[in-house]
């Protein structure tokens, strides 16, 4: 069995991962493991992807897996973007970040359109160096108050086009094969196929 490291601490994340990427690859993360925070001081989800994984492919012999990823609202020009885990102020913090993104919406025009898209970019690296990248993303709209209670961050806000149900009142095996993150792994798993 193929062992990944994934270059996180979020637990929602991993998860999610470890189960669109099945049994065939042992998957673990950054909890419990001593390795130093990663500044991401990219400007886009590849520079910060890359960061993350290079950085922390340093430190192991294990293939990593690192991804950056938020929400892009056509409304605000892009925003949150690369901010999307710290919006609110607070990394991480989906509360925040939550009240932020409704907060900033509500001054706009009610006739102003809430498209959007969530972006996910994936960096695979191993003893430093950059091996692929890959990039996935679903497109959407953003709601006036948050429904459902699965999923994490943005989820409760964002209903992808095609359905009615946002990202968190959607069933988990729904989602997954909906989301950025999802698109993005496809291609993951279609590289490590062919070369891991």
Known sequence: MKSILIATR?????????????????????????????????????????????????QTDELVISDDSGLEVDALDGEP??????????DGNDQLNNAKLMEKLSLLRPDVKRSARFRCVMVIAR???RLAHFSGSVEGRIIDEKRGDHG???????IPDGHEKTFAELDGQIKNSLSHRSRALTQVVDWLSQTA
Not at 17 to 43: A, H, K, W, Y
Not at 81 to 90: A, N
Not at 152 to 158: I, V
């Open 81 to 90: 973007g690369v901010y999307s885990s710290r919006y609110g102020g607070e």
């Open 152 to 158: 994490f961050g943005y989820d409760p806000l964002f």
């Open 10 to 58: 979020n637990a929602h994340k991993t998860e999610e991962i470890r189960e669109m990427l099945g049994d065939q690859f042992q998957v673990s993360d950054l909890n419990g493991l001593e390795f130093p925070p990663v500044e991401e001081t990219g400007t886009t989800f590849l520079e910060n992807a890359t960061l993350k994984a290079v950085e922390i492919s340093k």
């Open 127 to 129: 003893n430093g160096q």
